[in-house]
Nanobody
Framework: QVQLVESGGGLVQAGGSLRLSCAAS????????MGWYRQAPGKQRELVAG???????NYADSVKGRFTISRDNAKNTVYLRMNSLKPEDTAVYYC??????????????WGQGTQVTVSS
């Protein structure tokens, strides 16, 4: 069982920056692909950024060039650096960990979420 705890959310003005952290425990962190998702009121949860166990990254088009995902396997933590924030980035951000075998998700876990609010 993997536990994920997010932190770093808050209220920021448009154009500002935040760094989200997700600390994992209970599993072998380096074996998991990690991701950040977000869900705004009335909208579906969407992938923001992902990083594989090997360090490859992918981003939603809406955040490319502004957000950076990274991981520190020594600290069992994944980060999301968010720059040039826009009001439309306002959402609850969730950390996700998934263990895949040959491209098939075997298990996945979610954090409790952290609120990010960007004021205009």
């Amino acid at each position: 069982q993997v536990q994920l705890v997010e932190s770093g959310g808050g209220l920021v003005q448009a154009g500002g920056s935040l760094r989200l952290s997700c600390a994992a425990s209970g599993g072998i962190f380096r074996n998991y692909a990690m991701g950040w998702y977000r869900q705004a009121p009335g909208k579906q949860r969407e992938l923001v950024a992902g990083i594989t166990s090997g360090g490859s990254t992918n981003y939603a088009d809406s955040v490319k060039g502004r957000f950076t995902i990274s991981r520190d396997n020594a600290k069992n933590t994944v980060y999301l650096r968010m720059n040039s924030l826009k009001p439309e980035d306002t959402a609850v951000y969730y950390c996700n960990a998934r263990f895949e075998v040959e491209g098939v998700i075997r298990t996945q876990y979610w954090g409790q979420g952290t609120q990010v609010t960007v004021s205009s």
